[in-house]
């Protein structure tokens, strides 16, 4: 009966052209402009709206009355770092959206070869061009380990596989985040379930980037000042 469907990892993402301007999600996108004392919902449902897969974990014996652990969810929220209002959303059921309005209207640009409910973890947009994004999605849950990285170039407009599983992550290793170094295009760094990849070619080539690094999930990363953190 819940009217919006948070998680855990609800993204709340601020805007990089104004710091009054706070997003956050749901299955919606929601903004608000006053430090969260009023807040307007910018989209409709994001999400496939599964009903099926919309029942409150644990079934009659364990029910998660907290209602965070609920399925069908906007899991990653980026605006572009060249035009306030353009928004790129992606869902934990492998769905992906634009708005070049600031929420008026959406777009599904979801890639043909997006795997079913796949969970869309992270959408780097590019420093360098707009209309250039790089998407990590995984599938573990469903017995899936593949890696999946999608790059577009055309606000999703048209996707490119990066990750055939014989061209450098292994076809095992899932991935959770890829980052595009900020002073130079095409030198990308992938985080996954067992390490650190480079791909200095644009995603068609990655190699191990581990050296000394412990073999751990590598969830998120950042270039900071020429450093990779």
Do not use: C
């Amino acid at each position: 009966d819940l009217a919006y469907r948070f998680q855990w990892n609800a993204p709340i993402l601020i805007s990089p052209h104004d710091p009054a301007v706070v997003y956050h999600t749901s299955n919606f996108v929601h903004r608000t402009t006053d430090g969260g004392m009023n807040w307007k919902t910018i989209s409709p449902d994001l999400t496939s709206n599964d009903v099926e897969k919309q029942e409150i974990p644990g079934g009659p014996v364990q029910h998660d009355h907290s209602g965070v652990e609920v399925y069908g969810t906007v899991f990653a929220l980026e605006e572009s770092p060249h035009s306030p209002g353009v928004l790129w959303a992606g869902t934990d059921d492998g769905r992906i959206h634009r708005s070049m309005d600031t929420g008026k209207s959406w777009v599904d640009i979801t890639p043909g070869g997006m795997p079913v409910d796949g969970t869309v973890n992270l959408i780097e947009v590019s420093d360098h061009q707009p209309g250039r994004a790089i998407v990590s999605v995984f599938r573990y849950r469903m017995d899936d380990f593949r890696p999946y990285v999608f790059l577009t170039n055309d606000y999703g407009g048209s996707w490119k596989l990066l990750t055939s599983g014989d061209n450098g992550i292994p076809q095992d290793h899932p991935v959770r985040v890829v980052r595009e170094d900020p002073d130079r295009m095409g030198l990308l760094y992938a985080g996954t379930e067992f390490g650190v990849f480079v791909s200095f070619d644009d995603g068609a080539h990655w190699q191990s980037l581990q050296l000394n690094l412990p073999h751990v999930p590598v969830t998120d990363l950042r270039v900071h000042e020429q450093d990779l953190v």
